[in-house]
Nanobody
Framework: QVQLVESGGGLVQPGGSLRLSCAAS???????MGWYRQAPGKQRELVAA???????NYADSVKGRFTISRDNAKDTVYLQMNSLKPEDTAVYYC???????????WGQGTQVTVSS
């Protein structure tokens, strides 16, 4: 059982930056960690993911602007968001995933609002 708690969301102006944190109650070693987001009326989408060994992938819409990182010793995952756009406004969720056995944990989400 892994519990995830996101923090760092808030209101920011276009072009600004935020850093989201996801703190896990247990070890995240062996899990793929990801950040997802969901805007009103839209499906939840993968923003960024990081494997245990640090391989990463990003949604095309955030490449070059967002960076995911993980600190396995601290059981924490981060999402650095730069050059934020109004289209980035959404609830951002932290996810820990394993396929065998099937394990899928979610945080409660943190609101990010990009507006003037």
């Amino acid at each position: 059982q892994v519990q995830l708690v996101e923090s760092g969301g808030g209101l920011v102006q276009p072009g600004g930056s935020l850093r989201l944190s996801c703190a896990a109650s247990g070890s995240i070693f062996g899990y793929t960690m990801g950040w997802y987001r969901q805007a009103p009326g839209k499906q939840r989408e993968l923003v960024a993911a990081s494997s245990t060994l640090g391989n990463t992938n990003y949604a095309d819409s955030v490449k070059g602007r967002f960076t995911i990182s993980r600190d396995n010793a601290k059981d924490t995952v981060y999402l650095q968001m730069n050059s934020l756009k109004p289209e980035d406004t959404a609830v951002y969720y932290c996810n820990a995933k394993m396929w065998r056995p099937l394990l899928d944990y979610w945080g409660q989400g943190t609101q990010v609002t990009v507006s003037s």
